[in-house]
């Protein structure tokens, strides 16, 4: 090294750029490519092998499968229905014995009828004229009094070319009990045809139907009225006691 003393010049203003510009920047250069090297082999000592933990589980208890619950016995059906039914048919059983002995009775009753003047019992399906009074088994004695036609009156007539055909009839109840009268029920009208005709209603003052209840041992008197036409002049009025008798008692009417 030299030992010469520091150099005293006064300190002097660096000269100015060109141009009033900044100084250049210094230019990057690019470094020369090296070729890359590998890294250098690095050794890793070997480790032990360590065994995981034993690591307990406590057994679980043994669990026996789930087991459905057996089927229910059916139920004992109740026999109330049985009985009930066996009630009804014995019920149904009695109630046609029944029936059957009051058809029988009934049969006996109307077998028969008699004529007040000989007193001969004669068959049920006889027929008798206007005039005789006619037992009808143990309950009736039945008259037909007299037989007419009409034409009405004012309020009520028949259309044209019929007539008003008016039966005037007592009825006596010569059973011990009393009987009750149906004029719609108990009797008939037919022509020799064998048409059949309904009982007419009218508001005649003199009409009255032989219906309603007759006491043991009294008389009903009452008037049937059916529509016909005036060509027609033959006719049978029928009469049943009721709906369990098989006879019936039958007038002849001509007109």
């Not at 009825?171 to 108990?186: A, D, P, R, Y």
């Not at 006491?215 to 009469?239: C, H, M, N, W």
Request: aromatic residues 10%; neutral net charge; charged residues 15%.
């Amino acid at each position: 090294m030299s030992n010469q003393p520091p150099n005293n010049e006064p300190w002097q203003s660096p000269p100015p750029y060109q141009n009033g510009g900044l100084p250049p920047s210094p230019q990057w250069q690019q470094p020369p490519y090296q070729q890359s090297q590998q890294p250098p082999n690095t050794y890793y000592p070997e480790q032990p092998y360590q065994q995981p933990p034993n690591t307990y589980y406590p057994q679980q208890p043994y669990q026996q499968p789930y087991q459905p619950m057996p089927p229910q016995p059916p139920k004992k059906k109740s026999r109330l229905w049985l009985w009930i039914v066996l009630a009804v048919v014995a019920v149904l059983l009695f109630g046609c014995i029944g029936v059957f002995a009051l058809i029988g009775n009934a049969a006996k009753n109307t077998s028969t009828i008699t004529i007040p003047s000989g007193n001969t019992p004669v068959p049920s399906t006889q027929h008798f004229t206007v005039g005789q009074i006619v037992k009808i088994g143990d309950t009736w004695d039945v008259t037909l009094n007299s037989v007419k036609t009409s034409r009405g009156d004012q309020y009520s007539a028949p259309k044209s070319g019929n007539t008003y055909l008016i039966i005037d009839l007592t009825m006596k109840n010569i059973s011990s009990q009393e009987q009750n009268v149906s004029s719609l029920i108990s009797f008939d009208l037919k022509d020799s045809s064998g048409q059949k005709y309904t009982e007419t209603i009218t508001t005649m003052s003199d009409i009255h139907p032989p219906d309603g209840k007759v006491e043991a041992g009294a008389p009903l008197r009452g008037q049937l009225v059916y529509e016909v036409p005036t060509s027609i002049k033959d006719y049978t009025l029928s009469f049943q006691a009721d709906f369990t008798s098989s006879g019936q008692t039958i007038w002849d009417i001509h007109i």
